[in-house]
């Protein structure tokens, strides 16, 4: 690792964002939130931090966005310590951490010089599908019908993305508010992409992205009510959903539990591979 004594932490402002961008493209496949959130950030807002080694030459990146930080450290340890964290922890709550699992312990290590600790760690693996021909033919139930989520589907799939909600994602159940769930819903079918699985005219599951980088999605909210499992829906939705995407020339990424053994089973069976280990910290 470079050590030259020329390395520090700087802003990178609006302007200047080809730094970031730079080394966001270059670990696209290991960051898709962090890329999607890059892409949409409020300069004026969230914040994007480089670690100079001169001229234009960066070799981390710490993106700040909606209470969360997301590390992007290329496997790099002893980073130096950020001098203007102290400062910015004093006036920003940051929710949660995500990233790279070693990107977070080095993040972890440095925030805990200024004596912030985590609270919650979660720990998943990162799967990718790359190519059409990638996708493993798996068998489509008979009563099965796949399309696109509709506004009409909202009542429907309320229900499914709240169990998915508590199971997958809420660390309390009590967190769950259902006009939230409502907005996020609406949100997913006018700005992502998502799909239902229907039997007998009922949506027996669900699928969509969640973050889009520059030439990559995220997959996330797969969701198959209990009553239904164990008939290949979840494998077929992901197959049918995946090959749609790889059509358009982009890449996949996605992260499962790392206890969620069904889950990962399903995405094996479609052709995803692993990665990385990724992990999620809950700082409150």
Same mark, same amino acid.
């Given at each position: ?27 696209e ?37 909606k ?30 951490l ?30 990718t599908?790359e ?35 508590k ?26 992409k998502?799909?239902?699985a ?11 992205? =969640?973050?889009? $980088?520059?030439?990559r #999605?995220?997959?996330? @909210? ?5 009553? %239904? /499992? ?9 197959a ?16 499962v539990?790392?206890? =969620?053994?069904? $889950?990962?089973?399903? #995405?094996?069976r479609c @052709? ?5 280990? %990724? /992990? ?5």
């Open positions: 690792m470079d050590t030259a004594p020329y390395r520090r932490w700087r802003k990178a402002h609006e302007i200047e964002r080809i730094w970031p961008e730079t080394l966001l493209k270059k670990q496949a290991y960051c898709v939130s962090a890329c999607s959130r890059f892409k949409e950030m409020n300069f004026a807002e969230d914040h994007a931090w480089v670690l100079s080694c001169g001229g234009n030459r960066i070799s981390a990146l710490l993106l700040h966005s209470n969360s930080l997301f590390p992007v450290f290329d496997g790099q340890t002893g980073l130096p310590f950020p001098p203007f964290l102290h400062r910015f922890l004093s006036n920003i709550t940051i929710h949660a995500h990233g790279l699992s070693h990107d977070i312990c080095e993040l972890e290590r440095i925030l805990e010089m200024a004596s912030i600790f985590a609270k919650e760690r979660r720990d998943f693996n990162l799967m599908l190519y059409p021909q990638d996708v493993c033919a798996v068998k489509t139930p008979k009563a099965l019908k796949l399309r696109p989520a509709l506004h009409s589907d909202l009542d429907m799939l309320t229900e499914l993305q709240e169990n998915y909600l199971e997958e994602v809420l660390r309390k159940p009590k967190d769950y508010n259902r006009s939230i769930c409502r907005l996020g819903l609406k949100k997913m079918i006018e700005q992502d998502a799909a239902v229907i039997i007998d005219g009922t949506i027996a599951g669900k699928i969509n992205t =969640n973050a889009f $980088a520059f030439n #999605y995220q997959l996330g @909210g797969v969701y198959v009510l209990p009553q %239904y /499992r164990g008939q290949g829906i979840g494998s077929a939705m992901t049918a959903f995946a090959r749609t995407l790889l059509a358009e020339k982009h890449g996949i990424s996605l992260f539990k790392k206890d =969620n053994i069904a $889950a990962e089973t399903v #995405y094996r @052709g995803f591979t692993k990665i990385a280990d %990724y /992990r999620i910290v809950y700082m409150q």
